[in-house]
T-cell receptor
C-alpha cells in the first residue's frame, strides 16, 4: 500500500516568509509525528497527534511553528516568519495505533531559508 | 531524561566484512522500546527493528542481527557480510513512557561499504 507522503519535497523560502508543509500519513494510522532533522544529525521530535488531537507539542522550537490535523488524517506544519535556523529536513511519520509502535516515515521536506 | 548515544559517527568497511554499529541509551523507565532505522541517500528513514525492554533475546534477520544487553544499556546492530547497498546512515532510537510515544534518536552512524 501507499506509504507516508510529504509535499513539497523541496522548499526555498526567503527569510520572513511563511511556509506550509503537508503530510499524508498511511491510511488508517492513528498517530502522526513531525520531526526536524538538521544536516548530519538525528531527527528531533517536534509534535505528536493522536487522530485530530495534538497531544504533545513540546518539541516545537518557537511560537512561529504551528501544526494541525483537523480531520485526523492529513497534517500541515506551518512555519511563520521563517529564519535561517529553520533550514532543515522536516520529517513526518505515522504509526498504526497509540503506544510504542514502529513509526513509518515519509521522504521529508527539505526547507532552505535564504 | 532519555538519551541515545551512537559514538561511531562514520565507519568504512570493504564489502563482505562484518560490521557492528554501537548504540547506548539512557532512560529512567523500566518499560521502554528500542528501534533501529536506516536512512539511505534518498533520505527516507526505513524501519528495521523494534524491541521492548522485557525481551533480551538477540534477534537475527538475514544478514542483520541485534544484541540487546540491559546490563550495559546497549542495543548493538551487526551486519554480516556487508554489501555496497548497506551504505547508509543508521539511527538507533528510544521510546519510553516518560516521553509519550515520541522517538529519541541518536546522532547516527554513517556506514560506507566499499566494493
Amino acid at each position: 500500500g501507499a506509504g507516508v507522503s510529504q509535499s513539497p519535497r523541496y522548499k526555498v523560502a526567503k527569510r520572513g516568509q511563511d511556509v506550509a508543509l503537508r503530510c499524508d500519513p498511511i491510511s488508517g494510522h492513528v498517530s502522526l509525528f513531525w520531526y526536524q532533522q538538521a544536516l548530519g544529525q538525528g531527527p528531533e521530535f517536534l509534535t505528536y497527534f493522536q487522530n485530530e488531537a495534538q497531544l504533545d507539542k513540546s518539541g516545537l522550537p518557537s511560537d512561529r511553528f504551528f501544526a494541525e490535523r483537523p480531520e485526523g488524517s492529513v497534517s500541515t506544519l506551518k512555519i511563520q516568519r521563517t529564519q535561517q535556523e529553520d533550514s532543515a529536513v522536516y520529517l513526518c511519520a505515522s504509526s498504526l495505533a497509540t503506544g510504542h509502535y514502529e513509526q513509518y516515515f515519509g521522504p521529508g521536506t527539505r526547507l532552505t531559508v535564504t | 531524561a532519555q538519551k541515545v548515544t551512537q559514538a561511531q559517527t562514520e565507519i568504512s568497511v570493504v564489502e563482505k566484512e562484518d560490521v557492528t554499529l554501537d548504540c547506548v541509551y539512557e532512560t529512567r523507565d523500566t518499560t521502554y522500546y528500542l528501534f533501529w532505522y536506516k536512512q539511505p541517500p534518498s533520505g527516507e528513514l526505513v524501519f528495521l527493528i523494534r524491541r521492548n525492554s522485557f525481551d533480551e533475546q538477540n534477534e537475527i534477520s538475514g544478514r542483520y542481527s541485534w544484541n540487546f544487553q540491559k546490563s550495559t544499556s546497549s542495543f548493538n546492530f551487526t551486519i554480516t557480510a556487508s554489501q555496497v547497498v548497506d551504505s547508509a546512515v543508521y539511527f538507533c532510537a528510544l521510546s519510553d513512557n516518560n516521553a509519550g510515544n515520541m522517538l529519541t534518536f541518536g546522532g547516527g552512524t554513517r556506514l560506507m561499504v566499499k566494493p
